[in-house]
């Protein structure tokens, strides 16, 4: 992609209202536009950040047998009449629209009813179970306040999954295998190291859900840690009674904050025994479902890595959900010049690489001080001093030093395993 | 894919309020669940078909420069007081709802507005123009009646894309750049025989829109259509004047039913002037941008040609939107059978061919109805009778032969260039 025909331009300012580091970088670089609290467009840059990041998920999700569907935002109102989750002080966070006609319809804010109910019209048997339908899709969420970027949205990107099982033992097999998926979508983010999962409070069907906390000053939740052990506790469920089934020990315990990268729930019968989602098991009894679900926010990743992923200078991606692998950035229009960078694009770009091309008629300043609020792994340069010789100087977003490469060093370089 | 994981299941029956042909077609096949009138959930292989439209408009969007971005659904009140189209009387299929605070807010049924607001954060000179930012995006249309199947959707993925220009000059270079690479996405989805270009009402700013309609009984469009110019006039504006502009003469025009399947609109300053969209043109003159307006709707595609191609089996998918290339059917359960047909699942699969692998323990009549009805361009048969043979037994869904081919020759056959 050629940055002089990219119509986004990075900025100097943000919305004075835009308090959030996540949501200032983003801002600043072009990837997103606010365009009210908890509500945000995803620019060209941006939306080659969010697919990257979806893509990991999804791939995570298939390896562990789950089937992507997209179900709809319009909610009918019945099916949450059954659950007792229509009503307002029970859900406080929907967004309620109407029909023409005046019937009341909600906007997904989570999607147990509607998942539950099509359940009904396939499965027949224990011999179809288990399964893992999930759906990457924006939910809607009527947040009183919304105050941290992208990591609180009210309008964001879910990837929301949902298990049913025809006995607790078949879903706590199923829980386990998605809690191993979870951390290698971590593990691929280049959070792993600081996420950990986290036992919170559970409902009326299991003692404790579990999330996924990746540490930061500038996440919303409170979380003892034990470091060793890399469980934590989530601070709304934590005492002594839970140290012990934990085997923690208060003196072993930081108070740390954290992001909410994920969820997991075990919803046993909660949506299946008012739908009356049951199937034969292998004794030719009728059992209700158990099930799951499991979320992790897309856009809300984007915000924590882009909180976490940054300097002074701007955002610092990690090569797994940068925009591009490389950027080029040409010194100058003299015709040698545009010529070498101009191949070198064109090579690079056929080498399936995503490269940035900072063609524009910018002084040389400008364009690293750009491509580094952009944040993209890798800078080369190609100016008056490479035209005659075969060296190119390459710079790693993370690193303050440059070297000088030949062309299949730098290749070898950016298309290594990572 | 193995359809024995696969959680949807081929019905005989729809919910008896769908009428539309299209609906029970994909609702029959496990493509579709439908939630409500005009609302539905898009299964595994119908989200693949989906995608696979998506995708072949993507990448012809992005070939005559459209960048693509993702806008909000949620969208704000006072965006559309300003261009006069908040009132219900103005536009009458708004979904409207309220934060928690009481401000009111609208479900995006079309993003004038809010690109229009954004360009004026990015563009600044004549040197930015033109640019064509384009999603693909949830729509919310409040519709009174939805009896179309997926042909009218009150929520429907929608790819819109907008043109802004310095000049009307420029406009008109982009509008027929954008005309032409509709009719490149019709071609590609095999509909480019039956779509044609349409005269249609265009508003304050231009004399005509132009909508691409195909034809078809099931269409809510009435259009005159010269065959040999191939170009028609609807309806809405047929008179004399109209012809005459056109050049058509009433004795060549042949009255059609037709599904519009995408339009394209000059917008002149109608949205760029109420929020002072302006910049400098080359004699350093304040220019109000004029823009044009691109709509084609995804999943009134899918719908267009589920409607389009099928026989009293089921569906026949083009090749290019089909959700598998081929269906390996595989006769019982004799463990030389499930070996080979294991095999050629995993040969065809390594060659990145999209493949259904019908492992059911099913009677050979039900496995053959399936493969018809769910429209899969290919089905290879492996029973006890190809064990031993290096022939496979190979059927195209639009013919009614079947034909004896080696591996190779199969291969050959569904890589062909389509």
Not at 62 to 74: S, T, Y
Request: proline share 2%; aromatic share 8%; charged share 30%.
């Amino acid at each position: 992609m050629r940055l002089s025909g990219l119509f986004t331009k990075t900025r100097k300012t943000v919305p004075s209202d835009e308090t959030a580091k996540n949501a200032q970088l983003l801002i600043k670089a072009g990837f997103v536009n606010k365009e009210m609290a908890g509500v945000y467009t995803f620019l060209p840059l941006g939306l080659r950040v969010l697919n990257n990041i979806s893509n990991i998920v999804r791939e995570e999700m298939n390896k562990v047998g789950g089937q992507e569907i997209l179900m709809p935002a319009l909610q009918l109102k019945e099916r949450y009449v059954t659950t007792g989750r229509w009503d307002d002080k029970v859900v406080d966070d929907w967004f309620k629209t109407k029909l023409v006609n005046g019937a009341e319809l909600g906007l997904g804010f989570s999607h147990e009813e509607n998942v539950a109910t099509l359940m009904k019209e396939y499965l027949n048997s224990y011999r179809d179970l288990p399964i893992l339908p999930y759906q990457i899709q924006t939910k809607f969420r009527n947040e009183l306040r919304s105050k941290s970027g992208l990591m609180r949205g009210r309008e964001f990107l879910m990837k929301d999954m949902y298990s049913f099982s025809i006995s607790q033992k078949q879903h706590e097999e199923v829980y386990e295998k998605v809690q191993n998926a979870y951390f290698e979508v971590y593990k691929r983010l280049d959070i792993g190291d600081k996420t950990f999962i986290t036992s919170a409070s559970g409902g009326s069907f299991s003692k404790y859900s579990h999330e996924f906390q990746t540490l930061s000053d500038a996440g919303e939740d409170t979380i003892y840690l034990d470091r060793k052990k890399k469980i934590a506790i989530n601070k709304e469920v934590f005492t002594d009674e839970v140290m012990d089934d934990l085997g923690l020990v208060r003196e072993e315990l930081e108070e740390v904050r954290a992001i909410e990268v994920g969820n997991i729930f075990s919803l046993g019968t909660k949506f299946s025994a008012p739908f009356a989602l049951k199937v034969a098991d292998e004794e030719g009894k009728a059992q209700t479902l158990i099930m799951g679900c499991y979320g992790i926010g897309i856009s809300r990743l984007m915000g924590t890595i882009a909180e976490l992923f940054s300097d002074e200078h701007g955002l610092v991606w990690p090569e797994a959900v940068a925009p591009a692998k490389i950027i080029i950035c040409r010194l100058g229009e003299d015709p040698a010049v545009v010529e070498k960078a101009d191949k070198l694009f064109k090579d690079l770009t056929g080498k399936d690489i995503a490269v940035l091309y900072d063609d524009r008629d910018l002084r040389t300043g400008e364009k690293f001080a750009d491509a580094d609020l952009l944040g993209i792994p890798y800078r080369v340069v190609v100016g008056q001093q490479n035209v005659d010789t075969q060296q190119l100087e390459l710079k790693q977003r993370s690193h303050t030093t440059t070297k000088l490469v030949s062309y299949t060093e730098l290749v070898n370089t950016i298309q290594k395993e990572t």
